[in-house]
């Protein structure tokens, strides 16, 4: 089993930055995917932005350029550093761990991400 334990969110004028964080516990194998969604009121999980183990990355076209994913492998972490927020940015965001071996995910609670104008 993998725990996830998420942390950062918060209520933060547009324009401003948050740092999310995802604390993985448990039988985490070194080959994963960590990834960050986010779902907003009435839309669909949306993803956000994901990085293997070996620290590749990819992101939403939306937040490409605003907001930064990383890791650190020997914590068993991921962040999510969001610059330039906007409004629409407004959401819950979960964190995700898809583990290679045994095709498994794992979900943490979710934190919610609130952006005034």
């Known amino acids: 089993q993998v725990q996830l334990v998420e942390s950062g969110g918060g209520l933060v004028q547009a324009g401003g930055s948050l740092r999310l964080s995802c604390a993985a516990s448990?039988?985490?194998?070194?080959?994963?995917?960590m990834r960050w969604y986010r779902q907003a009121p009435g839309k669909q999980r949306e993803l956000v932005a994901g990085?293997?183990?070996?620290?590749?990355?990819n992101y939403a076209e939306s937040v490409k350029g605003r907001f930064t994913i990383s890791r650190d492998n020997a914590k068993n972490t991921v962040y999510l550093q969001m610059n330039s927020l906007k409004p629409e940015d407004t959401a819950v965001y979960y964190c995700?761990?898809?583990?290679?071996?045994?095709?498994?995910?794992?979900w943490g609670q979710g934190t919610q991400v609130t952006v005034s104008s």
């Open positions: 995700n761990v898809y583990l290679l071996i045994g095709s498994k995910n794992y």
């Open positions: 448990g039988s985490i194998f070194s080959f994963n995917v």
């Open positions: 990085i293997t183990s070996g620290g590749s990355t």
